[in-house]
C-alpha cells in the first residue's frame, strides 16, 4: 500500500475527526469524549508539525503536536497525539508517521516531545518505544471514562537528536 505523508490542512479535518472519534470509542486512545469543532482543535494544537497519512484521497491516519505550557520556557516542549484509522492498522502507517512527525518537530525547534498513554493502550506504548520514546513513568488511576473505570497512564517522551 503506498501513501504519502503531507501537512495536515483544514480541508482534512472531517476524515480526521472521524479518525479521532474511532479513537475515542475504543475507550484506551484518549481521554476526550466528543470531538471538538475544527476551530477548537486548531487553536489548541502547534500550528507547525500537523500530518497526515493519505491512500490516494483517504486520510488513514494523522499525528499532531500541542503545546504542553503557554509560558516561554516550554516552547520547545510539545504533547503528541496519533490517530490511525481502525482500517488501515497493523500496517506500519503509524511508525511512519511518528517518524515523521518526530522529524519534523525537529525541523521546527522542539526539543522534547511527550505522550501522556492510557496504559490499556499497549499498542500505542510500543509505536512510541520503537520510534525512539523511553518511559518515564506512569501516572496511578489519573482518569475515570464514562463506565467510571480508572486508567492508569504511562507517560513517554523523547528528546530532540539536534540537542
Known sequence: MEYQIVNMTADDWKQVSDIYAAGIKT??????QDIPEW??????????CRLVARYKDIVVGWAALSPVSSRCVYSGVAEVSIYISPF????GIGHKLLTALVNEADEHGYWMLQASIIR????????????????????????QMQDRKWHDVILVEKRSSKD
Open 120 to 143: 490499556d493502550n499497549e499498542k500505542s506504548v510500543k509505536l512510541h518505544e520503537r520510534c525512539g520514546f523511553r518511559v518515564v513513568g506512569y501516572r496511578e488511576r489519573l482518569g
Open 39 to 48: 476551530c477548537e482543535w486548531d487553536n489548541g494544537h502547534c500550528k507547525d
Open 27 to 32: 475507550g484506551i486512545a484518549t481521554f476526550q
Open 88 to 91: 488501515y492498522q497493523s500496517k
